[in-house]
């Protein structure tokens, strides 16, 4: 069964950039036709879907983090990245990457603060 | 910007039956929206349960069912177990992008 991991710095300093790795295991990240997802949460608040990318490499991400996000993928590592530029005190959540949001890593806590 | 409503909360009394909606800013939900559904219990990841409007997973209990209900997607729980109280959310699928409901804190009372 696949499983995921997230993984990078807990703590940014505003106006730095984000950056995450989610690392696969029991499948490989460039075959079947699967979207790498990476969602997030802020502390006491609902989840956020932040973008996916395809197997092919193509992605989508939510408007309202489009100008910030890049999700892309590492083949040679079976791993799938986030980064995030530009943060503020409002991108501190957990993390979560995900396969078409049925499989999910068990988050990571990252906390945006000079 | 699209909004995906849920109910803030419900709360349920053990071995009843409670029905969570998910509704879309953009007007009714069908299934071209594939709704999901996912139970996130307190300090944990969330969980997917329902994929597609009506699919469970085999992990899915089959107290959960999702359908489409008067244009909104919607979760029933029948026959609630305690361990049921959890936050859920629901997410749809806007051409490419997706977008999760609020959540719904569900009270087993």
């Known amino acids: 069964q696949v499983q995921l991991q997230e993984s990078g710095p807990g703590l940014v300093k505003p106006s730095q950039t984000l950056s995450l790795t989610c690392s696969v295991s029991g499948d490989s990240i460039n075959s079947g036709s699967y979207y790498w997802t990476w969602i997030r949460q802020p502390a006491g608040k609902g989840l956020e879907w932040i973008g996916r990318i395809f197997t092919s490499g193509t992605t989508s991400y939510s408007p309202s983090l489009e100008s910030r996000v890049t999700i892309s993928l590492d083949t040679s590592n079976n791993q799938f990245s986030l980064k995030l530029i530009s943060v503020t005190a409002a991108d501190t959540a957990v993390y979560y990457c995900a396969r078409d949001s049925i499989y999910w890593g068990q988050g990571i806590l990252v906390t945006v603060s000079s | 910007q699209t909004v995906v409503t849920q109910e803030p909360s419900l709360t349920v009394s053990p071995g009843g039956t409670v029905t969570l909606t998910c509704a879309s800013s953009t007007g009714a939900l069908t299934s071209d929206y594939y709704p999901s559904w996912f139970q996130q219990k307190a300090g944990q990841a969330p969980r997917s349960l329902i994929y597609?409007?009506?699919n469970k997973h085999s992990w899915t209990p089959a107290r959960f069912s999702g359908s489409l209900l008067g244009g909104k997607a919607a979760l029933t729980l029948s026959g609630v177990q305690p361990e049921d109280e959890a936050d859920y959310y629901c997410l749809l699928y806007y051409g490419g992008v997706r977008v999760f409901g609020g959540g719904t804190k569900l009270t087993v009372l």
């Open positions: 597609h409007t009506t």
